[in-house]
């Protein structure tokens, strides 16, 4: 691979700010969305533009192939916010082998790499085995509006995909598997009263301590056993507490907001099902009422069998050109579940270590994104031969 073609792909997306408007200073995908198009255009690629929400489209490029299979590469077009950074987010400066800046790893990386393979193969006049879509998504980092308005494509019929790359940072290693996410709040009213006389009230903020003690033995007695060979075992969070009003007053209100990630397998309206069913049923005070909220947040956890044809492609092409990759499972979510669920077994691949995503001097080594671009070439050229046989 070109690493100096790398850089100069890689280097333009940093430099176009694309914070997903979630976040504070947030400029949405819209340039980045406008330079993916006009990369396809280039290589005189058919491209498919998907309007996701205003100035927020999903685009989507096809290579077409030799065989009957049709692989997807996706990759996020948004990052996180750049607020705490030490290092200047866009300037995309590159030294030591590194390239910095906001997205550099997560995972603008990813789609750099994507691209460039693309053009690779189109430039060397290279067939694939299987027709290479490669989709640029919008919204991954907060409600993953982007991956669900193309799986709701795929659903319906409109498109198909055979299999899919999801781009992350994974060092290289393919994740088979990973956790889903749960988030919920719980909220208990009690009866305000003087602090000098707490009898007359009802103490919102010390029943929730006793539901979050119930909560804690719980993870700690159940979640052990219920763990999943590359995942591990669910795990529970809470991550953040608001209650009382002043410091003289008995808390006539406490609400908690609860992280709970998820194992393939589990499905979350039955962890939150059972969850509320049991905290329900937790004794409380006089006075005091406990109420579980639906979810705002879900994803789902999914994975992959590790004897799935892309499975063995990816590996063995990771393997030839990076030595002691391995199906891994990994704990966090990404866009690859909303495609497992509609039937488009989905792979978690890509350049970069997630401990470096969202960090305030954020990098990735840029001689490990030329060897993801080379990867995914041996993988389009591979994937679907055996139709051919």
Aim: proline share 5%.
């Amino acid at each position: 691979m070109d690493e100096n073609r790398i850089t100069e792909v890689l280097s333009d997306l940093v430099r176009i700010p694309s914070v997903n408007p979630g976040f504070p200073g947030g400029t949405g995908e819209g340039r980045v969305a406008v330079y993916v198009r006009q990369f396809f255009e280039r290589l005189a690629l058919s491209v498919d533009v998907q309007t996701v929400e205003a100035c927020r489209d999903n685009v989507i490029g096809t290579l077409q192939g030799r065989g009957g299979r049709h692989l997807l590469w996706e990759a996020h077009m948004d990052t996180v916010q750049t607020s705490g950074m030490t290092i200047d987010p866009f300037a995309a400066g590159a030294r030591e082998g590194k390239l910095y800046g906001r997205g550099a790893c997560d995972t603008k990386a990813s789609l750099a790499a994507m691209l460039v393979a693309l053009e690779t193969m189109v430039r060397h006049k290279l067939i694939p085995a299987a027709h290479v879509h490669l989709a640029a998504v919008i919204d991954e980092e907060t409600t993953y509006k982007g991956v669900s308005a193309l799986a709701e494509r795929v659903r319906s019929g409109e498109l198909r995909y055979d299999a899919a790359i999801v781009g992350e940072p994974t060092r290289l290693h393919p994740i088979i598997a990973h956790k889903g996410v749960l988030r919920f709040r719980v909220e208990v009213t009690g009866v305000a009263a003087h602090s000098s006389t707490p009898e007359q009230g009802a103490n919102a903020i010390e029943s929730m301590a006793e539901v979050i003690a119930w909560l804690r033995q719980h993870a700690r007695e159940s979640f052990p056993s219920r763990s999943h060979a590359l995942t591990g075992p669910p795990s529970l969070c809470i991550s953040m507490i608001e209650g009382g009003v002043a410091p003289n007053t008995v808390a006539d209100r406490c609400t908690i907001s609860i992280d709970i990630r998820t194992i393939p397998g589990q499905e979350w309206e039955d962890v939150w099902s059972e969850l509320r069913e049991r905290i329900l049923l937790l004794p409380m005070p006089a006075g005091v009422k406990v109420e579980v909220h639906r979810p705002f947040l879900t994803d789902y956890a999914m994975e992959v069998s590790p004897d799935h044809p892309l499975t063995h492609t990816l590996l063995a092409a990771a393997n030839t050109y990076s030595a002691g990759r391995e199906a891994i499972g990994a704990p966090y979510c990404s866009d690859a579940s909303k495609l497992t669920r509609v039937s488009v077994p989905a792979i978690v691949f890509g350049p970069g270590n997630i401990s470096e995503a969202h960090t305030a001097d954020e990098w990735v080594e840029l001689a490990e994104v030329a060897k993801a671009a080379a990867i995914l070439i041996y993988t389009a050229m591979h994937y679907g031969e055996e139709d051919e046989d």
